[in-house]
């Protein structure tokens, strides 16, 4: 894997998807061991969509203390709730129905209730909850991430909700539930994993400082993202 630190992002270079998933796994089971040794607990943010798929399956084999595992998701579509486009849902078949994290451990957005009322539920939710261990992202061809568009709300104040509810998306379904850029910030690592070529765009303007959603979060600690070598091309001067 090759490295290119930028200010407080931190580019991790792999050749293939392969690697990716690997780079993603080894990542994922660094931090929990670390969480669960130091804090007898492991708070993870999940990612949608079809990437992290492979990872989560790798996941079910993993040897842990899967009763110290606390599962969220960073954001979740209005479907009803046997959808197979849901985030949860989908998680839940490629690995957590397989485990033994307590199901009380299990935070899904409860969407079937709408955009509002689901945003309000998860932010109670979320109340008791401190700093996350690891939020786990993946990159919108546009520079989205979760459920934060580009000319949307992103919830980037200090003081900006913990989740936010949206009507209008850019992409169907049009209602969903996201967590702020503001909450999944306060995580002690924030985790990128991008691959495919569609996403060079959103990478070259990340890269070039526009302001896209990706960039608005941002720990204290800084972002690693993980992606292929093929996406990291030289910038112009």
């Known amino acids: 894997m090759n490295f290119v630190k930028s200010g407080r992002y931190r580019w991790h270079m792999v050749s293939d998807q392969s690697a990716l998933r690997q780079a993603a796994l080894y990542t994922i089971l660094d931090n929990a061991t670390m969480a669960i040794r130091q804090r007898g607990q492991y708070h993870l943010v999940l990612s949608g969509g079809d990437t992290p798929r492979g990872i989560y399956q790798q996941l079910r084999s993993i040897q842990t203390d899967w009763s110290a595992w606390h599962i969220y998701f960073s954001d979740e579509r209005c479907l009803l709730p046997n959808d197979s486009k849901l985030n949860s849902r989908m998680a839940g078949e490629a690995w957590l129905d397989h ?33 996350f261990d690891l939020t786990f992202l993946g990159l919108g061809e546009d520079g989205h991430t979760a459920s934060l568009f580009p000319d949307h709300e992103w919830g980037i104040a200090p003081d900006s909700p913990d989740t936010l509810a949206v009507f209008d998306a850019p992409k169907l379904p049009l209602h969903r539930v996201s967590m702020s850029a503001a909450r999944l910030s306060r995580s002690r690592q924030v985790m990128f994993l991008v691959n495919g070529e569609s996403k060079h765009m959103a990478v070259a303007k990340w890269r070039k400082g526009k302001n896209i959603p990706a960039r608005a979060i941002m720990p204290t600690t800084g972002v690693d993202i993980l992606l292929e070598s093929s996406l990291l091309v030289p910038l112009p001067a």
Do not use: D, H, M
């Open 99 to 131: 485990v033994p994290i307590p199901e009380s451990q299990l935070y899904v957005i409860p969407v079937e209730l709408g955009a509002s009322r689901a945003a309000y539920e998860y932010a109670q939710t979320l109340r008791s909850i401190g700093i």
